[in-house]
């Protein structure tokens, strides 16, 4: 999952904005810094944003050599896909089902202390009906 960053350079700046994330901005000296930081922004920005219970936006489509792609860190993304294929199943349910503790359910859809292992992930799929892709690009 990724967010387009606008970068324009600004009095010798690279500033970085996200159009459809208006509350993040960051900057950097130079363009690979500029990417850095809005990598850094835009993860513990939503990370945030997802555990204090805020939903993401789904991401727009920008074209143009101003617009880059920064990707979430993957135990966001995790996070976040667990609770959105839980929908209105209780996490004590799910727990049950994984045969784990309730807390151990809670921390894979807490982003900050998500660290599922692939076997967690298949049984998940599995209880879920769904199917586990691991894609390396």
């Known amino acids: 999952m990724f967010y387009y960053a606008k970068i324009e350079k600004e009095d010798g700046t690279y500033v970085v904005s996200f159009p459809d994330l208006p509350n993040i901005n960051t900057f950097g000296e130079t363009i690979d810094e500029a990417l850095i930081n809005a990598?850094?922004?835009?993860?513990?920005?939503?990370e945030s944003?997802?555990?204090?219970?805020?939903?993401?936006?789904?991401p727009k489509k920008y074209k143009g050599n101003k617009f880059?792609?920064?990707?979430?860190?993957?135990?966001?993304v995790i996070s976040y896909n667990l609770r959105k294929i839980r929908?209105?199943?209780s996490q004590i349910d799910i727990a049950k089902k994984l045969g784990i503790s309730y807390q151990a359910y809670q921390k894979l859809e807490n982003p900050r202390k998500c660290n599922?292992?692939?076997?967690?992930?298949?049984?998940?799929?599995?209880?879920?009906?769904k199917e586990l892709e691991v894609n390396f690009k």
């Open 87 to 89: 929908a209105k199943k």
């Open 68 to 76: 880059y792609k920064i990707y979430l860190q993957l135990h966001i």
């Open 49 to 58: 944003d997802f555990e204090r219970g805020f939903k993401f936006i789904k």
């Open 39 to 46: 990598e850094e922004a835009l993860n513990g920005s939503l």
């Open 116 to 129: 599922p292992t692939v076997k967690t992930l298949e049984k998940i799929a599995r209880i879920f009906h």
